[in-house]
């Protein structure tokens, strides 16, 4: 089973800052969309943000102006800039990349990187 390498996370104070990558291997071809979920406990799982090919995001609402995602399509990578972090950031995060063909769709999924906001 494919999946994607995520880095970054950790133990980060309220206020502070994080950045987690997220590499797709190259032998993933047709990646037209990468992104960020997290789940926190005992909540459902929500999109953080996502990038598409040409450069369009998409933000959840909880984010919005706090986080930003960029990402290196020659390296099939995606970044996640997060500032302004708080305890209600507290979750599991998870790379996602979908992709598109002629023959249908797929997605990947990284293992997930714990980002914990707490004093």
């Known amino acids: 089973q494919v999946q994607l390498v995520e880095l970054g996370g950790g133990l980060v104070q309220p206020g502070g800052s994080l950045r987690l990558s997220c590499a797709a291997p190259?032998?993933?071809?047709?990646?037209?969309?990468m992104g960020w979920y997290r789940r926190a406990p005992g909540k459902q799982r929500e999109l953080v943000a996502s990038?598409?090919?040409?450069?369009?995001?998409n933000y959840g609402d909880s984010v919005k102006g706090r986080f930003t995602i960029s990402g290196d399509n020659a390296k099939n990578t995606v970044y996640l800039q997060m500032s302004s972090l708080k305890p209600e950031d507290t979750a599991v995060y998870y790379c996602?990349?979908?992709?598109?063909?002629?023959?249908?769709?797929?997605?990947?999924w990284g293992q997930g990187t714990q980002v914990t906001v707490s004093s």
């Open positions: 996602n990349a979908a992709v598109r063909s002629s023959t249908g769709t797929g997605e990947y």
């Open positions: 190259l032998s993933i071809r047709n990646i037209y969309t």
């Open positions: 990038i598409t090919g040409s450069g369009s995001t």
